[in-house]
């Protein structure tokens, strides 16, 4: 057990719809990281929030956004849903360079 | 920027065999290296981590030593075993920011 916990584990939806994300870091971590894995793009590094600010932005889409609350937990929003966007999604949280990764949200957009 | 490359798979081996995947990276200065192995349904684990130049890492029987002369993080195991089938991911992280990941290495390990 990483420590890291995403909520829900799963999730199917439909094209244009909208989904939350759900990530709680390990205890004392101030660093979240989004990352997307898909077959065909591997893993790709969505965004970084420490202590509730952005710290790095990566591929993500236009159509995604995410937040890092007060209390350290963050969320992925993705609207708009397209039939690509079907991926697993991981949280991870780390300080310094170490990173632990989340179970994942497999996304499922039919 | 940086840039991870390892071998594509998968890996085919018998139970016991030596097992090797090459990984090697681009990266401005002194990044950290990692090993993550994804088992089937579940998220990344990390298995092993260097920090430093001809430092090894180490975790359940595997191996890789941080060779900065040929930007190089090859994963080794001496005897697999059929528990060790998973994805593995090498992965470098510069400036204490995000992990920047190869492609992944399938292993199957058949008894």
């Known amino acids: 057990d990483s420590g890291v916990t995403q909520t829900p584990k799963h999730l199917i939806t439909a094209t244009g719809q909208r989904v939350t994300l759900r990530c709680s870091p390990r205890s004392g971590d101030l660093s979240v990281y989004w990352y997307q894995q898909s077959l065909d793009q591997g893993l790709q590094f969505l965004i970084q929030?420490?202590?509730?600010?952005?710290?790095a932005k990566g591929n993500i889409l236009e159509r995604f956004s995410a937040q890092q609350f007060p209390d350290l937990h963050s969320e992925l929003n993705l609207s708009s849903l397209e039939l690509g966007d079907s991926a697993l999604y991981f949280c991870a949280s780390g300080k310094n360079t170490e990173a632990f990764f989340g179970q994942g949200t497999r996304l499922t957009v039919v | 920027g940086n840039s991870v490359t390892q071998m594509e798979g998968p890996v085919t081996l018998s139970e016991e065999a030596f097992l090797t995947i090459n990984c090697t990276y681009t990266a401005t200065g002194y990044p950290s290296l990692f090993w993550y192995v994804q088992y089937p349904g579940e998220g990344l684990q990390l298995l092993l981590k260097a920090t430093k130049a001809d430092d090894k890492g180490s975790n359940k029987g595997f191996e890789a030593t941080y060779r900065k002369e040929t930007t190089s993080f090859h994963l080794e195991k001496g005897s697999v075993q059929v528990s060790d089938s998973a994805v593995y991911f090498c992965?470098?992280?510069?400036?204490?920011?995000?992990?920047?990941f190869g492609g992944g290495t399938r292993l199957m390990v058949k008894p």
């Open positions: 992965a470098l992280n510069n400036a204490g920011n995000m992990l920047t």
């Open positions: 929030y420490y202590n509730g600010e952005e710290r």
